[in-house]
């Protein structure tokens, strides 16, 4: 039998033992007796950092208040434990094996259980957890043997995945990266989501696929939002086109990218990152949809998985935004989401990022995190400022803070000329003063 195999290996193959013990659970076991006895192993590695032997684990089992049968059984076991080594690769592949099934089939009977219960909201990431079951052989990077590949990663366009705004390519030395969590900040109503759909419509139209969770507009007012960017009109006229002239609308943007864009909702407060680690799950069986892109919309308005009291905003926050960095890095994607200020961040024309909202925890485990600012002269001009608040991909006296072109009845944003005259025109353009004077003492 296998479960013999593996429960002999782990004490003749060193190699073997600490490539498998991480992963081994007792109750991949059926037998009570086989439980016991990978529960023996297991301690005494943990405790002294090597196998114990077969003497060692029938003096533990002896030392244990059993049922007679039950000792008896694994007595036997320890005894008929062969001490022959067995193919280390073969047998590594077959006890991943092992466990991918055995992980399965104890998901399944846990989310039959939970279904009947109040806490079925567990079972996505319950079945998520044992699908994810994987013997990984990365042992990590070494500085000097591995400097080689560490240069090719450092010119390597793939790993980037930049911007259609000249600035933000500026300060992120041509875009951010995979495996990372990038945030905006902002008042309500100045345009987070306005510039995650934008980025939204052009990662898609450069090529990359995108998952847009939404925790608070309906999916089909996020598409309306993406159809007023592509199509070029005002958002209140996108529910005034002819079905004809709609349809052909998207034609063209589907032969104009190989990207593709999908869009999901879920009630305010009401999912977390086991939700969405399921939903790519369902996406990469069902129609081999693998995302490049992940933006949710926003972070505040998820839930925790792992944390369930949200009295503690602080804690609360920085547990949700650790379990969406982690989702992010596991993904090898880019990540975007969205915070809003704090009543004091609201009252300023410019802030920083002790003005954001709930919790500096999330602050901390961000990449990029850029606040955005619209005064009403600002507005009038059709821009909206960025602020970098943290970056790791460069100096944050960089452009420190910038204006970027905004227009909002299209949803997008747009390059700004010298910062000052912008390469498009707001649909007011009335404005005789000199646009770069004005910007300067606005900026200043």
């Not at 049968?69 to 094996?97: A, F, G, Q």
């Not at 309500?188 to 306005?194: E, P």
């Not at 969406?324 to 024309?349: C, H, I």
């Not at 006296?397 to 909002?408: A, R, T």
Request: glycine fraction near 4%.
């Amino acid at each position: 039998m296998l479960e013999n195999k593996i429960l002999s290996q782990l004490l003749t193959d060193d190699i073997y033992l600490r490539k498998v013990i991480i992963h081994l659970d007792t109750d991949y076991f059926e037998n009570a007796n086989e439980q016991i006895v990978c529960k023996l192993i297991t301690d005494y590695f943990q405790k002294y950092n090597k196998a114990p032997t077969k003497s060692i684990l029938e003096t533990e089992i002896e030392s244990r208040e059993l049922p007679e049968n039950i000792y008896d059984s694994s007595i036997l076991l320890v005894k008929n434990l062969k001490d022959e080594v067995h193919d280390n690769e073969w047998l590594i592949d077959k006890t991943e094996e092992f466990c991918k099934e055995r992980a399965l089939n104890n998901a399944l009977f846990k989310s039959v259980e939970l279904s009947e219960s109040d806490e079925k909201n567990k079972i996505p990431e319950i079945l998520s957890k044992a699908l994810g079951i994987s013997f990984d052989n990365d042992l990590g990077h070494d500085y000097i043997k591995d400097a080689e590949k560490r240069f090719k990663f450092y010119n390597t366009e793939h790993n980037k995945i930049p911007f259609d705004i000249d600035l933000l390519n500026k300060i992120t030395k041509n875009g951010v990266t995979r495996k990372t969590f990038n945030c905006l900040m902002a008042p309500t109503g100045k345009g987070k989501s306005l510039a995650l759909c934008h980025m939204a419509a052009a990662y898609r139209s450069s090529g990359y696929n995108v998952l847009y969770i939404s925790h608070e507009m309906s999916e089909e007012w996020i598409s309306r939002r993406i159809d007023a960017n592509y199509f070029d009109i005002d958002i209140n006229d996108v529910e005034d086109m002819e079905y004809d002239k709609f349809m052909a609308q998207i034609k063209i943007q589907d032969r104009k990218s190989a990207g593709v864009l999908k869009v999901k909702e879920y009630p305010t407060g009401t999912a977390h990152v086991g939700h969405i680690r399921h939903l790519i799950s369902e996406y990469k069986m069902k129609e081999n949809f693998v995302p490049d892109v992940i933006i949710i919309d926003y972070i505040n308005i998820m839930c925790s998985y792992k944390m369930k009291n949200k009295g503690d905003s602080y804690g609360y926050i920085k547990s949700i935004a650790e379990e969406v960095r982690g989702l992010f890095v596991e993904l090898d994607v880019v990540g975007w989401s969205a915070t809003q200020v704090n009543r004091e961040g609201v009252k300023a024309s410019d802030f920083d990022m002790g003005e954001t909202s709930e919790s500096m925890g999330l602050v901390h485990t961000l990449d990029l995190f850029l606040g955005m600012m619209a005064t009403e002269e600002l507005e009038a001009m059709g821009l909206v400022k960025f602020k970098q608040l943290k970056n790791r991909y460069g100096a944050l006296d960089y452009y420190s803070s910038f204006v970027v072109g905004i227009d909002k009845p299209k949803m997008r944003l747009f390059d700004a000329d010298d910062q000052g005259s912008i390469t498009k025109e707001p649909n007011d353009s009335g404005h005789k003063q000199n646009r770069k004077d004005k910007l300067n003492s606005l900026m200043s």
